[in-house]
C-alpha cells in the first residue's frame, strides 16, 4: 500500500472537507474513495485540478499530517 494510500484511507473525511473548501469546484462524484482504486481518484483530482499526480499526493500529504 503507497503512503498516499495510507493517508488517505485513514483519514478521507477531513481531506475531503479540506479539498472541497479549497476548490470549490470539486464534486462529491469528484471526490468518490473506494478502497483499492486510489488511482482513479488521483487521476479524477489531476484533471480536475490540473495539477501532476506528483503535486496532488503532495497537497494531500501537507494536509493529512
Known amino acids: 500500500m503507497s503512503a498516499f494510500s495510507q493517508q488517505v484511507k485513514g483519514n478521507w473525511n477531513e481531506l475531503k472537507g479540506k479539498l472541497k473548501a479549497q476548490y ?7 471526490l468518490l474513495y473506494e478502497e483499492g482504486q486510489e488511482d482513479q481518484l488521483l487521476g479524477r483530482l489531476q484533471q480536475k485540478l490540473g495539477k501532476t499526480r506528483e503535486e496532488v499526493e503532495t497537497e494531500v500529504s501537507n494536509w493529512s499530517k
Not at 470549490?24 to 469528484?30: C, E, I, K, P, V
Open 24 to 30: 470549490a469546484d470539486l464534486t462529491d462524484d469528484d
